[in-house]
């Protein structure tokens, strides 16, 4: 094939006019050893196509597949749509209920009213409940006496525990002045000096 046929045939190609009859020449050029300089790219593309000119037959459940697949993407994208709207509706509503429960809890609040008409008798309950919490909390704080004891003579069990520490310190002090003594005494030679 001739450099000026060559240039034809890849233009044909390269528009998409070319017949599979003319792909199959431009093919079997490429496959030879003798290509001209220049063409060093179409060589590679037409040996890519010898190289990968089988193609795979899909398997027999391909379609169904992709069908399938695409249903579960439409499923998906009905139910984040039904999210998008269903919660910012959620959320109104019960702002609404939160609003109207607030309106009636203020608007039909009743005020306490006085349970005594006579000043004298709710004076009376008053110290009577006043004179039961105050013997109940008399009560809890007997029951704490004895921790308080407890205290007491843990306290008074680490004093005198500190005063025989004491005596034991001074009594090692005079063991340390009756060690220095022997030290003073004994010569340096191991001989000791007798008086």
């Known amino acids: 094939m001739n450099t000026k046929e060559l240039n034809k045939l890849l233009e044909k190609y390269y528009k998409g006019e070319s017949t599979e009859e003319e792909e199959e020449k431009l093919r079997m050029f490429f496959s030879g050893g003798n290509i001209p300089e220049g063409y060093e790219a179409e060589k590679d593309i037409f040996s890519y196509y010898n190289e990968a000119i089988t193609v795979p037959e899909p398997s027999y459940d391909f379609e169904a597949r992709i069908i399938e697949g695409i249903d579960k993407s439409e499923e998906s994208r009905r139910k984040v749509t039904i999210r998008r709207y269903l ?17 009636f809890f203020f608007i039909h609040r009743t005020e306490p ?15 009577k409940i006043l004179m039961n919490v105050s ?6 704080a007997m029951a704490l006496e ?4 407890m205290n007491e003579m843990t306290t008074k069990s680490f004093e005198s525990i500190n005063k025989s ?5 001074r009594n090692l002090k005079s063991l340390n002045y009756l060690e220095r003594a022997i030290e003073i005494v004994n010569v340096p030679d191991g001989k000791s000096i007798n008086k």
């Open 113 to 127: 009213r006085d349970t005594f008409t006579d000043p004298a008798i709710a004076y009376a309950e008053t110290m």
């Open 87 to 103: 919660i910012p509706s959620l959320s109104a509503a019960a702002g609404i209920l939160l609003l109207a429960g607030s309106y």
């Open 146 to 149: 004895p921790v308080g004891r």
């Open 135 to 140: 013997s109940q909390l008399n009560r809890g």
């Open 165 to 169: 520490t004491k005596i034991v310190e």
